[in-house]
């Protein structure tokens, strides 16, 4: 037979300089790289909304079309309450590796808060814009391209609730476990980054 | 054959690949007979590709029977070749060598395609016979009335600017340069049928006529779902895209009859939507232009519709033509109608 | 076990199984083993192979005369549409990746299972319901604008058929997304710690390229559905022109992942390729290097080629003629890697085992798909063979003579792994003549057949054309009789064929160090590796100074 791969079991180190053991099965923990594949991947999706934005804006003479103008005060706001809540729910993150699970708690309950009020402001802008998914080409990409992106937002926000669920058992998250924090946390800024592209999009390059 | 060299062997087998595939890529007659200016250069073309394909397949083909068969496992002897892991300027050699074919490939199909007229279809304004076109934005109606079309267009809300809209396709070839063309034909695919209108003559025909030798520049439209205009003889195709402007410009070079065949799917019918391009003589061409012409036109250059497949304001146009009401009169009566 | 106790890192994840193997009801579960999920992958995909080949069939069949006289032109065009689509994204792309790719990860990289096993068996079974979908969309018409789907096309014909076909391709798109998260993850952080990234096994390079490729593209088709989907239910407009809508942009949306969609279909395969020849020609494979940095640079090239599925439509002169040169350079790596292989086999002691015998035919079947796909690159061709049967003749080349073919390869060369019984290499002869000669017989008439004039998606042609026609069919009959002597093969073998060892084909990758069926944590210890997955030929002694000049 040709030579033989397998060796005598001796502690096996691997890349993080952790015991990777033979305990059968173990491995490090992964879950935050395969949340960040999928955001890239998530990311590129909404890369295909914005091509598609970006294409038909380039085909229109006038955009938005007449009667679909887009209203600056309350999208602005939002704004500012989304990339506010990606300061605090870091605090939020910061606390918790400090074994500061109350702090963990209150920052993530305000992170929630400025969740749900962001999208209230949306549903009430959807109210009073005057127009609807089928009035035009700009009205079909604003809801479709806002309505997906708050559909991702309210799946943030159940993240952050599922934290702030788990954390009400003892121990649950400490300073070295909180890997549904740092995940719940990557999520929301992933949800905040396509927000400010958005925003970029529909609201500033509509100004021009 | 252990006195050959194997250097010899070699440049023999090269030499052999080579005229093989020389005359491959001459004589393959795979093409049907070339019917426009453009059916040489794509042929040619294909031709090289052909030759350089031929070698390519007969040295790889080759290398793999003769390896199979000269490196079989002899019976019984179970080791193992020759630990042979890569060699660097093989290696170097089989990257650089298609690498170089290809950038060669590149720059003859830039140079084919501005030869072919590719790069002619630019920017242009929509002329008069592109009207047809336009109107076709409109719902329904295949062949509104040229003032109904402006009108439409001030309601629809986002319709295109009527400045410059990007014309996609193949254009006039390098000889014609910016002359406009001979002789212009509007085609309008349907499911499941091609329309050709003769705007400057004022005629419709469910066949493409034209003179031999002539620059000929077809403008294609789609008015349900795309199609694809394609002239296998002229190796030309332009799909019919709705909303968009297309066009295909070539100047035939054979008498006889071609089949216009639809080249995307467009819907049940899609093999059976075929038309044809006749390439008359000159002095046939007339003569059917003109018999055509006798047979269709009305006084007033209508299309000959039967009324009742015309909409209020196709019937009432000639009308309101010789009234003097015109598409802005109409275009103020639009804005002051309720949306 | 013998270690001394050392504090494990409260951070790691146990995914400890408790049974030692699996019984045949456990196939039929939500099992998160990754041979399990391999397998099924397999089976399941098969199934579908058999569905989608029997569409091509009726195809054929009405193709034998040139009138539309056999099936209804509505069903002509489902059966048209569905059997791309069954035959792209619930056989190929569900085989190569979900099926090869999640049995060998684990175990060529020395790891018990993937990142993410739950993940893994959630996208597993997201395919039979997306396949179910699909095949029910057949009770309302089926969707009959091409695997392509383009608008307006596909806004007017069938409307609940076809956001059926689109839900099912979202429900296959996201199987896909989720698996290439686990294929990146294991490949990247989960590789055996001796084992050096010029030891990592070419198929692993080969799936973390089309993993990543996969991940690029994959959410921007789901982006173009969606924006279908909705045309077609919520009265939005992005493909309707007359509405603002530009039916252009779904092509782009569109093409900007399918054509990496056939690096998905392919890279997977040139994996197995890589696998399959050193082993059966008893050689290293020739050009390590090349083969994995090839893979890669497939995957970036392959996302700025996408425009020459457009040559004919609305496209700029200047986009024309960047992608068709972009396009010629996507021709480069692929090359370097069937070179690579040809070199392969020289200097070697080759066996006609039935896995070596399709990838030998696959290479020269490549050969003939990639060289008309060169030529299709080129613009100023295209114009005269888009959407003509050249291209149907290009891509079965390469889908079947490249893929199916490799597939093959796979199945024969794992299949003792696997099952643990070796197949019947005779009757695997006698499928790979009939598979091979039907193939040649079936696709390589329709080259002619498009430079001459006959377009594609048709079920009525010109009757010129009607004896080339034919012999297409008969083709088609060849290669349909060709699945008879494989299906009876694997399941007699699997029943009753002889026993295989560890490793009855004396490979050298990690898979064959464990038993065959392999236990369900793979290893009893994690493999230590000591030498390269290709070292054939080398004494121990030349092994060891190869690893020194390799490390140092």
């Not at chain 1, 309505?147 to 599922?162: A, C, R």
């Not at chain 2, 007339?286 to 519709?305: K, N, S």
């Not at chain 3, 009959?477 to 009753?496: D, E, H, K």
């Amino acid at each position: 037979m040709q030579g033989s791969t397998i060796d005598s079991p001796s502690p096996i180190l691997n890349s993080h300089g952790a015991v990777a053991s033979d305990h059968h099965g173990e491995h490090a923990d992964l879950r935050v790289w395969g949340l960040l594949t999928f955001l890239i991947s998530e990311s590129l999706m909404f890369g295909g909304f914005f091509a598609a934005y970006l294409f038909l804006r380039g085909v229109h003479t006038q955009w938005p079309p007449e009667g679909t103008e887009v209203e600056l005060l309350v999208p602005s706001i939002n704004t500012i309450i989304l990339v506010s809540s990606s300061f605090v729910i870091h605090l939020g993150d910061t606390a918790i590796k400090k074994n500061d699970v109350k702090g963990l708690r209150l920052w993530y309950i305000v992170t929630a808060l400025m969740g749900a009020v962001f999208l209230a402001g949306q549903v009430y802008e959807y109210l009073t814009l005057g127009y609807g998914l089928t009035t035009n080409i700009f009205a079909n990409c604003f809801y479709l391209m806002t309505g997906f992106h708050g559909l991702h937002v309210f799946i943030g926000l159940l993240l952050i609730l599922g934290v702030l669920w788990r954390s009400r058992r003892d121990g649950h998250y400490n300073g070295s476990k909180h890997t549904g924090v740092e995940m719940a946390e990557i999520y929301w800024h992933f949800v905040d980054i396509i927000w400010i592209v958005l925003f970029s999009l529909l609201y500033i390059l509509t100004q021009f | 054959m252990k006195q050959i060299p194997a250097s010899l062997l070699t440049l023999l087998a090269g030499v052999l690949v080579t005229l093989i595939s020389l005359w491959v890529g001459q004589n393959h007659h795979l093409l049907p007979e070339q019917a426009s200016e453009q059916a040489p250069l794509v042929d040619n073309f294909f031709g090289i590709m052909v030759t350089i394909g031929t070698a390519l397949f007969l040295v790889v083909q080759g290398a793999i029977l003769f390896f199979t068969i000269k490196f079989r496992r002899p019976a019984g002897d179970d080791t193992d070749g020759v630990p042979i892991e890569g060699n660097f300027s093989l290696e170097i050699f089989w990257t650089a060598i298609p690498a170089l074919i290809v950038i060669g490939l590149g720059v003859y199909s830039v140079e084919v395609y501005q030869q072919m007229g590719g790069f002619a279809p630019a920017t242009s304004m929509i002329s008069h016979a592109g009207h047809s076109t336009h109107a076709a934005h409109h719902a329904g109606s295949a062949m509104a009335a040229p003032m109904l079309a402006d009108a439409s267009a001030t309601t629809t809300g986002v319709a295109q600017s009527d400045s410059k809209v990007p014309t996609y396709g193949v254009g006039a070839t390098p000889a014609e340069g910016g002359k406009t063309a001979d002789v212009t034909v509007n085609v309008v695919g349907m499911q499941y049928a091609w329309i050709f209108t003769y705007p400057d003559q004022g005629i419709t025909t469910s066949e493409l006529h034209v003179p031999v030798g002539k620059d000929v520049q077809v403008n294609i439209s789609a008015q349900d779902v795309i199609h694809s205009f394609w002239v296998p003889q002229f190796r030309l195709k332009q799909d019919a895209i709705p909303g968009e402007q297309t066009e295909l410009r070539f100047v035939a070079t054979k008498i006889g009859t071609y089949p216009i065949v639809c080249t995307e799917l467009c819907g049940s019918y899609h093999g059976s939507m075929r038309s044809e391009v006749i390439v008359h003589t000159p002095a046939e061409y007339e003569q059917w232009l003109t018999e055509t012409q006798m047979a269709q036109l009305q006084p007033d250059h209508r299309v000959a519709f039967s009324p009742a497949e015309l909409s209020a304001s196709e019937f009432l146009a000639p009308y309101a033509a010789e009234m003097g009401v015109d598409g802005h009169s109409l275009a103020q009566l639009h804005l002051d109608r309720p949306s | 076990m013998t270690q001394a106790q050392i504090p494990v890192d409260s951070q790691v994840v146990d995914h400890s199984l408790p049974q030692s193997a699996w019984k045949w009801y456990d196939y039929f579960t939500f099992n998160v083993d990754h041979k399990v999920i391999g397998l099924q992958y397999l089976v399941t995909a098969f199934i579908f192979y058999l569905i989608g080949g029997l569409m091509a069939v009726a195809i054929r069949t009405e193709l034998a005369t040139p009138a539309s006289d056999l099936l209804d032109p509505a069903l002509y065009n489902a059966f048209m549409t569905n059997h791309g689509t069954i035959m792209i994204f619930l056989w190929i792309v569900p085989s190569a990746i979900g099926g090869f790719g999640n049995f060998l990860v684990p175990l060529m990289v020395g790891a018990r299972d993937m990142a993410f096993p739950k993940l893994n068996a959630i996208a597993f079974w997201l395919n039979p319901p997306a396949g179910a979908l699909l095949l029910s969309s057949f009770f309302f018409g089926g969707s009959q604008s091409g695997w392509t789907a383009y608008p307006p096309l596909s806004l007017i014909t069938a409307n609940t058929a076809q956001s059926m076909w689109i839900l099912s391709i979202v429900l296959v798109g996201t199987s896909s997304i989720l698996g290439s998260i686990n294929f990146v993850v294991t490949i990247l952080k989960m590789k055996v710690p001796s084992m050096r990234w010029d030891q990592l096994p070419l198929f692993c390079w080969a799936i973390l390229a089309t993993s990543i490729l996969a991940l690029v593209s994959t959410p921007v088709l789901a982006a173009g559905l969606v924006l279908l989907l909705f045309d077609i239910n919520f009265g939005t407009s992005f493909f309707k022109p007359d509405q603002g809508g530009n039916v252009v942009l779904y092509q782009h949306l569109f093409w900007f992942y399918s054509h990496p969609a056939v690096y998905l279909m392919i890279l997977p395969i040139f994996g197995i390729m890589s696998e399959v020849i050193p082993v059966h020609a008893r050689k290293p494979i020739f050009g390590y290097k090349a083969i994995a940095y090839s893979s890669l640079a497939i995957c970036v090239v392959g996302l700025f080629v996408w425009v020459h599925h457009m040559f004919t439509s609305g496209t700029p002169a200047w986009m024309r003629m960047f992608f068709t040169i972009s396009t010629l350079i996507v021709a480069v790596p692929t090359g370097v890697k069937i070179f690579g292989w040809v070199a392969t086999l020289w200097g070697g002691k080759i066996r006609y085992t039935t896995a070596m015998l399709f990838a030998i035919g696959l290479l020269s079947m490549f050969v003939i798909g990639g060289l008309s796909g060169v030529t299709l690159g080129t613009a100023p061709f295209d114009l005269h063979v888009h959407d003509t049967y050249y291209i149907v003749g290009h891509f079965h080349y390469v889908l079947f003579g490249g893929s199916v073919f490799g597939i093959y390869a796979g199945i024969y060369h794992w299949f003792p792994k696997m099952t643990g019984r070796m197949v019947n290499e005779p009757l695997g002869k006698v499928h790979f003549a009939l598979t091979f000669i039907g193939t040649h017989l079936t696709f390589l008439p329709m080259h002619q057949l498009g430079l001459q004039g006959m377009p594609r998606r048709v079920a009525m042609y010109d009757p010129q054309f009607t004896f080339v026609n034919q012999i297409c069919t008969f083709g088609a009959f060849v290669l349909a009789a060709s699945v008879i002597p494989f299906t009876i093969n694997m399941i007699w073998s699997w029943m009753y064929g002889a026993k295989a060892g560890a490793n009855p084909w004396n490979a050298k990758t990690l898979e064959w160090t464990t038993a065959s069926p392999p236990a369900i944590e793979n290893w009893e210890v994690l493999p230590v590796v000591t030498h390269g997955p290709y070292d054939y030929g080398m004494s121990e002694h030349q092994a060891e100074a190869a690893e020194a000049v390799s490390a140092g």
